[in-house]
């Protein structure tokens, strides 16, 4: 069956639908990592998002479900070049056209994604359709594929519930000494962030969220995690104002990506939508303090202004090597620092994995 890709600008590819056949509109990003697909897929970081990849030939090793990042994907739509049928790997249970199916999740394959990557480049992030049938009223299409925008995304796929997990679940060794407690607020939380901090000794609670700073410090925690999360960090204001809260403990405090823009905004920084964003499993971060560089993995659209920093509050302590965004900061006279990367990455790197170390260590001497 033919499918089409209208882009905002008016541009159309054509190629072939895969998964479910259903229309949607979404924000369409582009992901140049080789592996990982399955991650991908099921990383909330994406919801609102239609995920363009760049590597020519997905799903050649099938779908592993221990890979899955989240309990079922959250992303609007999958745009490849060429989807293998065929899963060559002992651990394959499932066809990635079976998952997209079962998750009803649309798609297009056997476009030119160079060419769309190349147009999103230049032109910036823009908002797309995916449809199995030309709109008669063009016009009235593109009007509504402009006003499209990412809203409700945090909401949607945080945690219901309050949940408690200790070493052995999500796969981790369960003979691993309980030495440590950590609250995690759940912005878009992959599972392997938990599943860092457990394989650490640590037992972790997991809350939605706009859980209240009160309700959080009430089981006294030894650490706070801020995660992951897609969409806007200014979208989240009660979320913001609570932070504020967690601030003011003692607390130590690790963040990454969506929980990084939220306590910068929390402590009066700014935060800016970039041209398009960085998503991919091989950009270089440096360490400012050591000068080392990681290779991270990353996904995100918003970024953290440099300008707006408050000196007395926060200082610099990553930056990315291309293009010399601000990738992280060291809070000042507060055990916190907060990271737009993400150190707890599947498929990788694992360059900086460390960092949950360095969170372990801060817990202890506090």
Same mark, same amino acid.
């Given at each position: 069956m033919e499918a089409y890709l209208i882009l905002e600008d008016g541009t159309i590819f #054509? $190629?072939?639908?895969? $998964?479910?056949?259903? *229309?949607?509109?979404s924000e369409i990003v582009f992901n140049t990592s080789m592996t990982g697909y399955l991650e991908? /897929? %099921?990383? !909330?970081?994406?919801?609102?998002?239609?995920?363009?990849m760049t590597y020519p030939l997905i799903g050649n090793y099938g779908i592993c479900r221990e890979d899955m990042e989240a309990?079922?994907? &959250? #992303?609007?739509?999958?745009?490849?070049?060429?989807?293998?049928?065929? $899963?060559?790997?002992?651990r394959n249970e499932q066809s990635i056209q079976d998952f997209l199916l079962e998750q009803d999740i649309p798609g297009i394959e056997g476009i030119d994604t160079r060419a769309l990557t190349k147009i999103l480049r230049?032109? =910036? %992030?823009? &908002?797309?359709?995916?449809? %199995?049938?030309? !709109?008669?009223d063009m016009d009235a299409a593109l009007a509504k594929i402009k006003e499209y925008k990412v809203l409700g995304v945090v909401d949607k796929v945080t945690t219901k519930e309050i949940v408690s997990c200790k070493p052995g679940d999500l796969n981790t060794d369960s003979n691993i000494l309980i030495t440590k407690k950590v609250a995690i607020l759940d912005v878009g939380s992959k599972f392997n962030i938990a599943r860092c901090l457990l394989k650490r000794g640590c037992e972790v609670t997991i809350f939605p969220a706009r859980t209240s700073a009160e309700e959080i410090l009430a089981i006294h925690p030894d650490g706070i995690m801020l995660t992951n999360g897609p969409g806007d960090p200014k979208d989240c204001p009660e979320?913001? *104002? &609570?932070?504020?809260? /967690?601030? *003011?403990?003692?607390? !130590?405090?690790?963040?990454?990506?969506? =929980?990084?823009?939220?306590?910068?905004?929390? %402590?009066?920084?700014?935060?800016?939508?970039?041209?398009? $964003?960085h998503r991919g499993a091989n950009h270089p971060v440096k360490d400012v303090e050591t000068g080392r560089v990681y290779i991270s993995s990353q996904n995100h659209g918003y970024m953290v202004k440099e300008d707006s920093i408050p000196e007395?509050?926060? =200082?610099?302590?990553f930056i990315n090597v291309n293009d010399k965004t601000v990738e992280g900061l060291k809070y000042k006279n507060k055990k916190i620092f907060t990271v737009q990367f993400h150190p707890e990455a599947c498929a990788g790197p694992k360059d900086s994995e460390v960092l949950f170390d360095r969170f372990i260590k801060m817990m202890e001497e506090k």
């Open positions: #054509t $190629g072939k639908s895969i $998964g479910s056949s259903k *229309e949607v509109i991908v /897929l %099921t990383d !909330p970081s994406y919801a609102g998002q239609a995920v363009v309990k079922a994907s &959250n #992303t609007d739509a999958f745009i490849v070049r060429e989807l293998a049928r065929l $899963g060559s790997n002992f230049e032109k =910036g %992030t823009m &908002n797309g359709m995916i449809t %199995t049938q030309m !709109p008669a979320v913001i *104002e &609570n932070l504020k809260k /967690l601030y *003011e403990s003692d607390i !130590p405090i690790f963040a990454i990506c969506l =929980g990084h823009q939220l306590m910068a905004l929390a %402590t009066g920084c700014d935060t800016e939508k970039m041209h398009y $964003g007395d509050v926060a =200082g610099v302590a």
